[in-house]
């Protein structure tokens, strides 16, 4: 069994601030963690991804999350936030066992000037 | 730059029609996904094939939706008939179970109105 949670539904920063958004995991066997972003009208995109390499992951758009297994957590950060961050978010988890992904709720980022 | 690729892009309908969507995956996958979104529901998991055989319609309405991969190249959803509730964006996403991380390609969605 896998399943994903995301703290937050809503997050705010201002330009340049830290983002950071929460995602802890659930998974009976070592999982493969991703990183979704989705822009208004438009499918979602790969961040990042965690396939048992690394536990620190750089993606695109100076977005990276640490896998950290005693936490169950895979967080996305990003230094300094830009307002194109201004996105949903979603984190997903796939069990290395399984077909499909289980995606969380998402987390909307607004990005204040 | 390969990507999925779905029509049409947008569809209004009136209650009790027809509705097919379709979607074409990227050359050389062999798992083809549909999801629905919705504000209330979230990013919601309808079906999933692998090499054109269904392996999960669980999250699928069976008395009005249906998915088929008729061949490698193409997918679609149907919805017969459709309903006011059914409104949402679908998305049909792409992968390669070859691939060891899952990774998922999405299309950009169709987005269902019925009226």
């Known amino acids: 069994a896998q399943s994903v949670t995301q703290l937050g539904s809503h997050v705010s920063v201002s330009e340049g601030a830290l983002v950071l958004l929460r995602c802890n995991y659930s998974?009976?066997?070592?999982?493969?963690l991703f990183w979704y972003v989705q822009y208004p009208n438009q499918g979602l995109q790969l961040l990042l991804k965690?396939?048992?390499?690394?536990?620190l992951v750089k993606g695109i758009n100076g977005f990276e999350a640490e896998f950290k297994k005693s936490e169950t957590s895979f967080h996305l950060t990003k230094p300094s936030a830009h307002m194109s961050d201004a996105a949903e978010y979603f984190c997903?988890?796939?069990?290395?066992?399984?077909?499909?992904?289980?995606f969380g709720d998402g987390t909307t980022l607004t990005v204040k000037p | 730059d390969a990507r999925v690729t779905q029509t049409p892009r947008h569809k209004v309908t009136e209650m009790g029609q027809e509705v097919t969507m379709r979607c074409q995956p990227i050359?050389?996958?062999?798992?083809v996904f549909w999801y629905r979104q919705t504000m209330m529901q979230g990013l919601e998991l309808l079906a999933y094939?692998?090499?054109?055989?269904?392996?999960?319609d669980s999250g699928m309405p069976k008395d009005r939706f249906s998915a088929e991969m008729p061949d490698a190249t193409l997918a679609t959803l149907k919805i017969q008939p459709s309903e006011p509730r059914d409104s949402a964006v679908y998305f049909c996403?792409?992968?390669?179970?070859?691939?060891?991380?899952?990774?998922?390609?999405f299309g950009p969605g169709t987005r269902l109105t019925v009226t």
């Open positions: 998974s009976s066997v070592p999982p493969y």
């Open positions: 996403a792409s992968g390669s179970v070859t691939s060891r991380d899952g990774e998922q390609y």
């Open positions: 997903a988890v796939r069990a290395t066992n399984a077909g499909k992904s289980t």
């Open positions: 094939f692998r090499n054109r055989a269904p392996l999960d």
């Open positions: 050359l050389g996958h062999n798992t």
């Open positions: 965690y396939t048992s390499a690394a536990t």
